[in-house]
C-alpha cells in the first residue's frame, strides 16, 4: 500500500527566505507526482504536475523535483512571500487514483 | 464551467439522515475522482470513474457509501444513514485523460459535511 509523507508538518518563516518542503513515497511504481496549495477552507490548487519520466518542474518561484528511485520529491520556494502561506500536499498517482500525504502547513511572516 | 462544481457547499444532517453531495466536472473530462478529507490530514481516495464506469471503489468506507456518474458527466455520493464519523469535507476532481500519464486533477472546493 502507497504511502506518503510529508516533513515538516508545519513551518514558519520570514518574508523572502528560500524554502523547501519534502515528500517521500514508498512505492515507485508510480505515473506522476503532482503538489498543491489549499488555502483554509478551500479546494487544492494543482501547483505543478512532474510525470514519472521526469525530473523537475518549474512555475515561477516554483520548483519540484521528484527523485522516483528513492521515492522523493522536493518543492522549493523561492523569496517566500506572505501569500504563500497555506497548506501544501503532495500527491502520487497511480491507476486513477491519487495518494496524498497530510500536508506542510507554512507560514511567512512579514 | 471553468472548473469543478460541488454543491452544496455545506451540508449538516441529523446522526442516520441520508445525504447526496453533487459535482459538476469540468466539460469534456473523463475521469471523475471522489476524496474525503478530515480536519488536518491530507485527502484520502473514496472512488474512481471514467466516463461512466465506476472503475474503483475500493476507498469507500462501508456499504452506506455509493456513488453513481449515469451519464459520464455529472456525479453523486450519497451517503446513507450518516455517522458522525462520516463529518469531512468531501472533494470531487476531474482530469481529461483515462487517469494514466498525463493525469493532472483539477479539484472542486469541496462539500463539508458535519453529522449532528
Known amino acids: 500500500k502507497q504511502e506518503v509523507t510529508q516533513i515538516p508538518a508545519a513551518l514558519s518563516v520570514p518574508e523572502g527566505e528560500n524554502l523547501v518542503l519534502n515528500c517521500s513515497f514508498t512505492d515507485s511504481a508510480i505515473y506522476n507526482l503532482q503538489w498543491f496549495r489549499q488555502d483554509p477552507g478551500k479546494g487544492l490548487t494543482s501547483l505543478l504536475l512532474i510525470q514519472s519520466s521526469q525530473r523537475e518542474q518549474t512555475s515561477g518561484r516554483l520548483n519540484a523535483s521528484l527523485d522516483k528511485s528513492s521515492g522523493r520529491s522536493t518543492l522549493y520556494i523561492a523569496a517566500s512571500q506572505p501569500g504563500d502561506s497555506a497548506t501544501y500536499l503532495c500527491a502520487v498517482s497511480n491507476a486513477g487514483k491519487s495518494t496524498f500525504g497530510d500536508g506542510t502547513t507554512l507560514t511567512v511572516k512579514p | 464551467g471553468a472548473g469543478v462544481s460541488q454543491s452544496p457547499r455545506y451540508k449538516v444532517a441529523k446522526r442516520g439522515q441520508d445525504v447526496a453531495l453533487r459535482c459538476d466536472p469540468i466539460s469534456g473530462h473523463v475521469s471523475l475522482f471522489w476524496y474525503q478529507q478530515a480536519l488536518g490530514q491530507g485527502p484520502e481516495f473514496l472512488t474512481y470513474?471514467?466516463?461512466?464506469?465506476?472503475?474503483?471503489k475500493s476507498g469507500l468506507p462501508s456499504d452506506r457509501f455509493f456513488a453513481e456518474r449515469p451519464e459520464g458527466s455529472v456525479s453523486t455520493l450519497k451517503i446513507q444513514r450518516t455517522q458522525q464519523e462520516d463529518s469531512a469535507v468531501y472533494l470531487c476532481?476531474?482530469?481529461?485523460?483515462?487517469?494514466?500519464?498525463?493525469?493532472?486533477?483539477?479539484f472542486g472546493q469541496g462539500t463539508r459535511l458535519t453529522v449532528v
Open positions: 470513474f471514467q466516463n461512466e464506469a465506476q472503475l474503483d
Open positions: 476532481a476531474s482530469s481529461p485523460d483515462r487517469g494514466r500519464v498525463n493525469t493532472e486533477a483539477f
